[in-house]
């Protein structure tokens, strides 16, 4: 295990991307709003994709059983996870454009580009995946539950700094940085190599 990651080349890049936001963040402190808008932007993008990827699941017999009610319809659980996924960045969106986002301060211009990079390199990553999964099959579970790391720093970043009077900033860099992580060796580990689960537990 140890070894894989010293020579997994998307690991270490992962890490030097977030290295250079924090480095990039304490020599411009101003930019703090615009990191998490953009963050906020593309956990969105990844959840709408997500949607499409549930949605179009080559397994029509994928049996779930979340919180003791058994949904065979992948419609019903896809549509789920949107309504549910998507409340949850409604929310997100009211508090950090009251507490944390300062409009005057976002960079507009960087954003604009960001967000073309974002929906174009999220969709690439949705076909190259829809192929890999009609070869090989995927695990539905592992596929719902994948974008749900990208809500812990969002809800830390609001709650933690409260009540514990830390820097928010730097809090919410390392939960970044630690959820991107962890939904990148989600990805690598168990979302292919599981297989196409056809009853899986929630």
């Given at each position: ?17 977030n290295?250079?936001?924090v ?18 932007v ?11 990827s549930?949605?179009?699941f080559p ?11 058994t949904?065979?319809?992948k ?7 949107l ?13 950090i ?11 507009w ?16 990553n ?9 070869k090989?099959?995927?695990n ?22 409260k009540f ?11 939960l970044?940085?630690?959820?991107d ?22």
């Amino acid at each position: 295990m140890r070894k894989s990651v010293l020579y997994n080349w998307g690991f270490w890049a992962l890490l030097s991307m977030n290295g250079y936001i924090v480095y990039y963040y304490s020599m411009h402190p101003n930019s703090y709003s615009t990191i998490v808008a953009l963050y906020w932007v593309q956990s969105v993008c990844i959840g709408i994709f997500n949607f499409l990827s549930l949605i179009t699941f080559p397994n029509t017999n994928s049996k779930i059983t979340l919180s003791g009610k058994t949904i065979t319809n992948k419609g019903c659980f896809s549509i789920f996870f949107l309504v549910h996924y998507g409340i949850f960045h409604l929310v997100y969106l009211v508090f950090i454009l009251i507490d944390i986002v300062k409009i005057d301060q976002l960079n507009w211009r960087f954003l604009k580009a960001a967000v073309i990079i974002i929906i174009a390199s999220t969709a690439i990553n949705f076909i190259q995946d829809k192929i890999k999964t009609q070869k090989q099959g995927a695990n539905y579970n592992t596929m719902f539950m994948m974008p749900y790391a990208r809500i812990v720093p969002m809800h830390l970043m609001i709650l933690l700094p409260k009540f514990f009077n830390i820097s928010a900033p730097y809090l919410f860099l390392i939960l970044k940085t630690l959820a991107d992580v962890l939904m990148y060796f989600v990805y690598q580990k168990w979302l292919f190599k599981q297989g196409n689960t056809n009853n899986s537990n929630l």
